[in-house]
């Protein structure tokens, strides 16, 4: 059983590397092209059941809130919300805390799970498109070491 930090399991706080990927089955794809995006996941110490941290990267950052379930994995379910280039983003995440194998070797935790954007936003290099609401994307989050 992982000891918590005010409620927070302590295997959950600290920094993660961020990635999401487009739900593409075509295995020929090219693995660039799958990426929705990256970045960096604080989890903070909060009290029992609460999610609290940041999603960021280069020039954006959304806030998380939501919660974690204390089952055989963790769940968390969380929403980010910023305001990016002067639009608001707002993203809709749930996870699961990956259980360690008896015999894995160098297995560092992580978090998988499912993203979906909840409301459009501009996008590209001058804002010139639109990211449309809806989108699914599949993301994984690898613990950073702590320094």
Do not use: C
């Amino acid at each position: 059983m992982s000891t918590t930090i005010n409620g927070v399991p302590e295997v959950l706080t600290g920094l993660w590397t961020y990635r999401s990927f487009l739900s593409n089955p075509d295995v020929t794809a090219d693995f660039d092209s799958l990426e929705f995006g990256r970045g960096t996941i604080k989890i903070n110490e909060g009290p029992m059941q609460t999610f609290d941290g940041l999603i960021f990267g280069p020039g954006w950052e959304l806030k998380l809130t939501g919660s974690i379930g204390y089952g055989n994995p963790f769940t968390v379910q969380f929403q980010g919300k910023g305001v990016v280039g002067g639009a608001e983003w707002i993203y809709n995440y749930v996870g699961y805390f990956v259980p360690n194998w008896v015999n894995g070797v160098n297995q560092r935790p992580a978090l998988v799970g499912t993203i979906v954007r909840v409301i459009p936003h501009p996008t590209g290099a001058n804002g010139d498109s639109t990211a449309p609401a809806g989108v699914v994307a599949q993301w994984i989050a690898v613990k950073q070491d702590e320094v």
